[in-house]
């Protein structure tokens, strides 16, 4: 069993910044990946960033160079984000699974970022 439980979403002004954390426990190996996406209601769920099981990260284009995730312990990433766009509106879920899988088996319940102009 993997629980995954995003926090830190909220409402922010365009500019702004947020920390989202994911608290992760359970089942989880140390081969996983934790992921971060988000999903905008009749939008394709994106992929934002990837904390790979060796250290990696990588992020979409669309937020490289904003958003940076880590691992601040074992299994419990944190998404910084920041200089946040309207854009970047959205749910955003914390999810873990073995590397390569393009949908995770586990995930949060997810926590909502808005951003305002």
């Known amino acids: 069993q993997v629980q995954l439980v995003e926090s830190g979403g909220g409402s922010v002004q365009a500019g702004g910044s947020l920390r989202l954390s994911c608290a992760a426990s359970?089942?989880?190996?140390?081969?996983?990946?934790m992921r971060w996406f988000r999903q905008v209601p009749g939008q394709e769920r994106e992929g934002v960033a990837t904390?790979?099981?060796?250290?990696?990260t990588t992020y979409a284009d669309s937020v490289k160079g904003r958003f940076t995730t880590y691992n601040e312990n074992a299994f419990t990433p944190t998404l910084h984000m920041n200089s946040l766009k309207p854009e970047d509106t959205a749910m955003y879920y914390c999810?873990?699974?073995?590397?390569?899988?393009?949908?995770?088996?586990?995930w949060g319940q997810g926590t909502q970022v808005t951003v305002s102009s």
């Open positions: 999810a873990a699974d073995v590397c390569g899988i393009g949908s995770p088996r586990y």
């Open positions: 359970g089942y989880i190996f140390s081969s996983y990946c």
């Open positions: 904390i790979y099981s060796g250290g990696r």
